[in-house]
C-alpha cells in the first residue's frame, strides 16, 4: 500500500486522518467510535505518561485506582456536574444475557434488570468523592492528593482517532485541602505542570488561561487550561485543572475536624490530560511527509540502516553499528538498528521519516572503510556526513537542537498567528482568511458570547492569565470591556 499522505494544503482532516493511521498510531475498532492504540502510537502516550506520571509524584501526589462504574444516584448529587455530562454518560442496565430461544444467539435477560442503572465513567469526581468521605476525618488526612490512570467513555457521535473518540486514556488528578487558598494554589499548581510538559517535552507552546464561566467544567467554580494552536490555525485545549470549591465535598458530606475542633467541608481540586495529546502533538509538528516528533518523546530517537549489497558487506558493517548503538544507549539513546534484508533501504527511509524518527544514519561499505557515516536530520531534512568517532556527541547535541528547533518553529507560527481586532468585521476577517487566535474585547457576557458562536462557530479559548488591563468596547455589542480574551476556532 502506497504511504504517500494527502498534502495539508490539500486536506488537512484527511491528512491528519491518514497520517494516524499511516505512521501506525492508531485506528477505527470494532466497536462504533472507539479506536485501537497500535504500538507506535502506545509508545508515545507511555513516554508522555511516564513523565507526567514523574512530575505529579515530585509534586506529592499518589496514584490509586476507582471503579469504572459508577451509581447512578451519585450523579445526582451534584446538578451542575450531572447536567454538564448527562448527554454523553452510556449506562449499564442489565447484568446478564441468554441464549435467544430461536437460537439466533445472545440477548440481553429481561429477569436481569438492575435495581440501579450503572453509568460507564466519564469523569471519576463522583466516586472519588463518595470515596473521600471514608477517608477523611481530620486535618491531618489533609491535603489529600491522589491521581488516577484510567478510560473514560463519553458518548460522540462524531469522532476522530485522538481527538475525539468515545473511549479515551487519561489521568485525572482529584485533591482535598482545608482551605481554599490551598485549593487554588493546587490548581495553578497543576496547570504549571501541564504547560511546563507541553513545552519542554511536546515542544508546543501554550497558553495559560481561565475559560469563561459558559466553558467551565461541570461542577467547577474556576477552570484553568492551557490552549495550542496547531498548524491550520485551529486551537486545541491541551489540558485543564479545576477548581471546585466546595461543591462536592457538600455534595458527598466530606468533612473534616479542623485544629480548632470545628467540622467543615474540604476545598477541592481535580485536573487532567488525555490521549488528545497525542492529536496536539501530530498536528504541531508534522508535514506532507509525515509525523515529525521532538526527540524527548520518540520512541525511537535514532535510526541505523545499513547499505549493502551481500550479507559480507552487512556483517562487517553490523560489527561497527553494534559499537555506536552500546555508546548510545549508555548515554540513553533510544537506538534501533534496522538490519532486516527483506526491506530496501530506500523503503526503509521513507518508513522512518513516515513515523518521524528525529535522526536516521546510513552506513554503508565505504562509510565503514573512510570512518563516516550519513546522518540525516527529521525536522529540517539536513544530511551531513560526520566522523564514526564523533557520532556520540554529535547525536547528543543534534536531539536537543531538534527539540528547541521544533518548540521555536511552532512558537513562531502562534506568535504570528495572534491577532488584535478592534471591529466585528475585522475580527470575521481574521478568522475566514488567516485563522489563529484572535484578541479581542468582550462585553463579560454568556449571551454575547454564544452569539459570537452561532455567528462565526469561534469560541474563547481562554481569558490568558498574563492578561494587561486595558479598557476598551466588545467588538459585538460596544459595551465596556475591561481586557481582550482570545478567541479561536477549535478541535
Not at 49 to 57: G, M, S
Not at 320 to 327: L, T
Request: net charge negative; aromatic share 10%.
Amino acid at each position: 500500500m502506497s504511504k504517500k499522505l494527502t498534502k495539508r494544503e490539500d486536506g488537512y482532516s484527511k491528512w491528519y486522518n491518514e497520517l494516524v493511521v499511516k505512521a501506525d498510531l492508531a485506528e477505527n475498532s470494532g466497536v462504533r467510535g472507539c479506536m485501537v492504540i497500535k504500538p507506535y502510537g502506545y509508545a508515545i502516550w507511555e513516554k508522555m505518561q511516564a513523565e507526567l506520571d514523574r512530575k505529579f509524584k515530585e509534586t506529592g501526589h499518589e496514584n490509586a485506582y476507582f471503579p469504572l462504574f459508577i451509581p447512578k444516584s451519585f450523579l445526582s448529587k451534584e446538578a451542575a456536574h450531572v447536567d454538564g455530562f448527562a448527554k454523553e454518560c452510556a449506562v449499564v442496565t442489565h447484568y446478564r444475557l441468554k441464549n435467544a430461544e430461536d437460537g439466533s444467539g445472545v440477548v440481553v435477560d429481561p429477569d436481569a434488570k438492575l435495581e440501579e442503572e450503572l453509568i460507564v465513567r466519564p469523569t471519576s469526581e463522583t466516586i472519588i468523592w463518595d470515596t473521600y468521605r471514608r477517608w477523611i476525618e481530620s486535618y491531618r488526612d489533609l491535603p489529600l492528593k491522589i491521581n488516577q490512570w484510567a478510560n473514560v467513555v463519553r458518548w460522540e457521535m462524531r469522532t476522530r482517532l485522538f481527538l475525539r473518540t468515545a473511549e479515551f486514556l487519561w489521568q485525572e488528578g482529584h485533591t482535598a485541602h482545608e482551605t481554599k487558598n490551598e485549593a487554588l494554589e493546587e490548581a495553578e499548581l497543576m496547570l504549571n505542570v501541564y504547560a511546563e510538559f507541553a513545552e519542554e517535552h511536546m515542544a508546543m507552546p501554550v497558553i495559560k488561561g481561565l475559560k469563561t464561566e459558559s466553558e467551565r467544567f461541570a461542577g467547577a467554580e474556576e477552570t484553568y487550561c492551557i490552549e495550542g494552536l496547531m498548524q491550520d490555525g485551529k486551537a486545541l485545549q491541551a489540558g485543564t485543572s479545576h477548581f471546585l470549591g466546595q461543591n462536592f465535598a457538600k455534595a458527598f458530606d466530606v468533612k473534616f475536624t479542623s485544629k480548632e475542633g470545628k467540622r467543615e467541608y474540604v476545598w477541592a481540586t481535580s485536573w487532567g490530560v488525555s490521549t488528545r495529546l497525542m492529536g496536539a502533538l501530530i498536528m504541531t509538528h508534522s508535514d506532507d511527509l509525515g509525523l515529525v516528533l521532538p526527540p524527548k518523546l520518540a520512541p525511537i530517537q535514532v535510526v541505523i540502516i545499513p547499505i549493502h549489497r551481500n550479507d559480507e558487506q552487512l556483517d562487517a558493517i553490523s560489527v561497527k553499528v553494534n559499537e555506536i548503538v552500546k555508546e548510545l544507549r549508555k548515554k540513553g539513546v533510544s537506538v534501533k538498528y534496522d538490519n532486516r534484508t527483506t526491506y530496501k533501504p530506500g523503503w526503509k527511509f521513507a518508513e522512518y521519516e513516515l513515523k518521524g524518527v528525529p535522526l536516521r544514519i546510513a552506513m554503508g561499505p565505504r562509510d565503514l572503510e573512510n570512518g563516516t557515516l550519513e546522518i540525516a536530520r527529521r525536522d529540517t531534512l539536513e544530511k551531513k556526513n560526520i566522523s564514526q568517532d564523533t557520532i556520540v556527541s554529535y547525536v547528543e547535541k543534534t536531539l536537543e537542537e531538534i527539540q528547541n528547533n521544533l518548540y521555536n518553529k511552532a512558537l513562531d507560527y502562534r506568535e504570528t498567528h495572534i491577532t488584535e481586532v478592534n471591529t466585528f468585521e475585522e475580527f470575521k476577517d481574521v478568522l475566514n482568511n488567516k485563522a489563529g487566535f484572535v484578541s479581542a474585547h468582550w462585553d463579560g457576557t454568556t449571551a454575547t458570547e454564544d452569539k459570537i458562536k452561532d455567528l462565526t462557530k469561534a469560541t474563547i479559548r481562554c481569558i490568558p492569565l498574563n492578561n494587561k488591563i486595558e479598557e476598551g468596547k466588545c467588538i459585538f455589542t460596544g459595551e465596556k470591556s475591561v481586557q481582550r480574551v482570545l478567541f479561536a476556532k477549535a478541535y
